[in-house]
T-cell receptor, first 113, second 115 residues
Framework: GNSVTQMEGPVTLSEEAFLTINCTYT??????LFWYVQYPGEGLQLLLK?????DKGSNKGFEATYRKETTSFHLEKGSVQVSDSAVYFC????????????FGQGTTLQVKP | DVKVTQSSRYLVKRTGEKVFLECVQD?????MFWYRQDPGLGLRLIYF???????EKGDIPEGYSVSREKKERFSLILESASTNQTSMYLC??????????????FGNGTRLTVT
């Protein structure tokens, strides 16, 4: 079945450092890929998405490219801020067309001033 | 903006109690979902519904049931709460009946503790 694997956290960075959070997936068919962010005390919010191979999703300085050849969707940001401290979840659409998503285990990012 | 509202932010219940978690969305979405979130395990799907009175099991339905009598409301029921159901519960909705691309809109979660 479909699955998502994320790098383990926590990831601790200094402000303005470069961020990469790795995400790889296993899927049949042609799923869409998503990154969600969860700030402390809140639910998850969609950060960005990509719906087909080689698509690049971007939002708030974050980017991720749908790489079918490496089955990856790594999240990157050139210069992180303290306000980016959160838990980040990679997700893909399920194998049946029901709108449900399959999530990775989440990666906690801590950015220090 | 879409709003998904979960009725309780924190709940403390005793083992064996019947527990109801309520979720309401205000954007006429067809799909609604219940996930539980545990450290190191991410989000796991308990149940989902793609229409009124319709429900389907997710990956971990044991010990749970759901009810969707109205389109905007999706309830998660723990028939007899157990300590291993202590978790964060997240409700979500999405706008179309069948779509690979629709993002989920989440509520802020209910942290349930079963003692």
């Amino acid at each position: 079945g479909n699955s998502v694997t994320q790098m383990e956290g926590p990831v601790t960075l200094s402000e303005e450092a470069f961020l990469t959070i790795n995400c790889t997936y296993t899927a049949t068919g042609y799923p869409s890929l998503f990154w969600y962010v969860q700030y402390p005390g809140e639910g998850l919010q969609l950060l960005l998405k990509a719906t087909k191979a080689d698509d690049k999703g971007s939002n708030k300085g974050f980017e991720a490219t749908y790489r079918k050849e490496t089955t990856s969707f790594h999240l990157e940001k050139g210069s992180v801020q303290v306000s980016d401290s959160a838990v980040y979840f990679c997700a893909l659409s399920g194998s049946s067309n029901t709108g449900k998503l399959i999530f990775g285990q989440g990666t906690t990012l801590q950015v220090k001033p | 903006d879409v709003k998904v509202t979960q009725s309780s932010r924190y709940l403390v219940k005793r083992t064996g109690e019947k527990v109801f978690l309520e979720c309401v969305q205000d954007m006429d979405h067809e799909n609604m979902f219940w996930y539980r979130q545990d450290p190191g395990l991410g989000l796991r799907l308990i149940y989902f519904s793609y229409d009124v009175k319709m429900k389907e099991k997710g990956d971990i339905p044991e010990g749970y049931s759901v009810s969707r009598e109205k389109k905007e409301r999706f309830s998660l029921i723990l028939e007899s709460a157990s300590t291993n159901q202590t978790s964060m519960y997240l409700c979500a909705s999405s706008p179309t009946g069948y779509s690979y691309n629709s993002p989920l809109h989440f509520g802020n979660g209910t942290r349930l503790t079963v003692t």
